[in-house]
């Protein structure tokens, strides 16, 4: 039985905000069993907001969380750290309205809660299995959830761009997997849409050392490219951080097609509303996070 899991100590993480250009401070503290992760504005006299689906009050270009009208944003990185290290509980202190972009990237996340130590807890982590397919279509994007045992992600992305075309991964998750395939893909968008999202007062901290950014024909950061697929692997990253806002691991086959934020939350709630189509079950075995990983990322 895989136990609920925290982090050892606390860990202070300051960072610049991809859209506001903040300089934000972190402080992640541990939490209690059954708490969930946990945001905390100390700049807007401690409101707390709650990691999960009801939460969720934007998806424009990152995924938005909000409680009694305290916003956080661009918190999939930092939730996707979370689950893809099966970390439960733990308490975001943060001072400011979005989580650090840091490199773009999971991994400076991911490399924190490992040298930190994660800390079992004595109750035991229930996991949603999906017993029957569900379906999300919009427009000429579509996403689904299937049967299957484990957690899987299959992503397809498709761009007309003379960088890259059409990528498409399918990933087993599973802590080690996730820490050296997934984390390091880091975010990417378009040079022609920059002066777009800073119009709408977005994307003031963006940068080629916190994106991958492509021009018209090139990708402007050169031969910096950390995956040959970089793009559909951030796509996954991003995937497994929102489809943790659902509260409990799913396992089943998530298959995505030029899908994005909107459509993982969209996913969840149809989830929620097929009641019949999945059940709670207590995870019988689950890989642990392998000694030394972090000496190897």
């Not at 308490?91 to 930190?116: C, Q």
């Not at 569900?134 to 689904?144: H, L």
């Not at 030029?258 to 969209?266: P, R, V």
Request: with cysteine; proline share 4%; hydrophobic share 40%.
């Amino acid at each position: 039985m895989r136990l609920q899991n925290t982090i050892s100590k606390e860990i202070y993480i300051t960072g610049k905000g991809l859209h506001t250009g903040s300089d934000i401070n972190m402080r992640l503290r541990p939490a209690p069993r059954d708490t969930g992760i946990i945001f905390i504005r100390t700049d807007k006299g401690h409101i707390r907001i709650k990691a999960g689906v009801s939460s969720v009050v934007d998806t424009a270009f990152a995924t938005t969380l909000a409680y009694d009208g305290v916003r956080v944003g661009t918190v999939e990185h930092l939730l996707a750290a979370f689950s893809g290290l099966d970390i439960d509980n733990v308490y975001v202190e943060i001072d400011g309205p979005e989580v650090p972009i840091m490199d773009g990237s999971a991994l400076p996340f991911v490399k924190k809660l490992l040298e930190t130590g994660v800390a079992k807890q004595a109750k035991t982590k229930s996991f949603l299995r999906i017993l029957e397919p569900i379906v999300v279509t919009e427009g000429q994007s579509q996403i689904a959830v299937t049967p299957y045992e484990g957690k899987r992600i299959t992503y397809r992305l498709f761009y007309t761009h003379p960088a890259f075309g059409e990528q498409k991964l399918g990933v087993d998750i599973s802590t080690m997997r996730f820490a050296t395939e997934l984390a390091p893909a880091r975010t990417f968008g378009f040079l022609r849409d920059v002066e777009m999202l800073r119009a709408r007062g977005l994307a003031k901290g963006g940068s080629l050392d916190n994106a991958i950014v492509l021009g018209d024909k090139e990708v402007l950061n050169g031969n910096r490219m950390r995956f040959r697929d970089e793009f559909v692997r951030h796509k996954i990253l991003d995937a497994v951080g929102d489809i943790s806002l659902m509260g409990y691991p799913i396992y089943g086959h998530i298959i995505a097609d030029k899908s994005g934020h909107t459509l993982h939350i969209k996913l969840l709630k149809k989830i929620l509303s097929c009641r019949d189509s999945w059940e709670f079950v207590s995870e019988s075995a689950a890989m642990p996070v392998a000694a030394g990983m972090a000496a190897q990322i």
